[in-house]
């Protein structure tokens, strides 16, 4: 079984469209992260929740919105894609925020902006 | 600041062993990450040491900490070709801010 999923696993796009990537994970765990991974795979987190509620949100444009609808669930909305947004997205999730707790990774959204 | 660095590539024949270092700024660290990334693939977690142990070992794989000195390292025995991939090593901040280093390449020598 899966622990932390995503999809799509890929994703090509024209620059302006509008794009989700969804994220499940079923370790129970509450807290769920986004990072983006660039070309020279530099990996930076740019949001978390942690039960449902915003508790990272690094100095990411406007355009990028996460969605919470519940615990095992993290989307992340992109508005007005951009060349430079090419990436790939991974989602994380913990058991709790913060602290000591280990931070499993899903398998990656390869996003390519045309 | 918050800052991890690694070198970025490293090269070893199959059979030795492998060192991969990574240093890092944050004095309040309480626990570091070593997490493996296959080509093309997710991140897999390898190995963690709490700050305030100097060593762990987890069967190939010896996590050294030195918190006076910043520096942390992970060995790999007896190093495989299946051990070719890029190892991140991540410093842990609070709210679960995991800071990461540029990545090594591991390239393994038949």
């Known amino acids: 079984d899966t622990a932390v999923s995503q999809t799509p696993k890929y994703l090509v796009t024209q620059m302006g469209n509008d794009k989700s990537i969804k994220c499940e994970q079923n370790?129970?765990?509450?807290?769920m992260y986004w990072y983006k991974q660039d070309s020279k795979k530099f990996l930076k987190i740019m949001f978390s929740y942690n039960n449902k509620e915003l508790i990272i949100n690094e100095t990411v444009p406007n355009r990028f919105s996460p969605k919470s609808p519940d615990k095992a669930h993290l989307n992340l909305h992109i508005n007005s894609l951009e060349l430079g947004d090419s990436a790939v997205y991974f989602c994380?999730?913990?058991?709790?925020?913060?602290?000591?707790?280990?931070?499993?990774f899903g398998p990656g959204t390869r996003l390519t902006v045309l | 600041g918050e800052d991890v660095e690694q070198s970025l590539f490293l090269s070893v024949r199959e059979g030795d062993s492998s060192v991969i270092n990574c240093t890092y700024t944050?004095?309040?660290?309480?626990?570091l990450y070593w997490y493996k990334q296959e080509p093309g693939a997710g991140l897999q977690l390898l190995t963690y040491i709490f700050s305030n142990m100097d060593m762990k070992q987890d069967q190939r794989l010896t996590v050294l900490l030195n918190k006076k000195d910043k520096h942390l390292s992970l060995r790999i025995a007896d190093t495989q070709t299946g051990d070719s991939a890029i190892y991140f090593c991540a410093d842990l901040h609070d709210v679960g801010k995991l800071i990461f280093g540029q990545g090594t390449t591991l390239q393994v020598k038949p």
């Open positions: 994380a999730s913990s058991p709790l925020a913060g602290g000591t707790d280990t931070q499993y």
């Open positions: 944050d004095s309040s660290s309480t626990y």
């Open positions: 370790l129970g765990h509450d807290t």
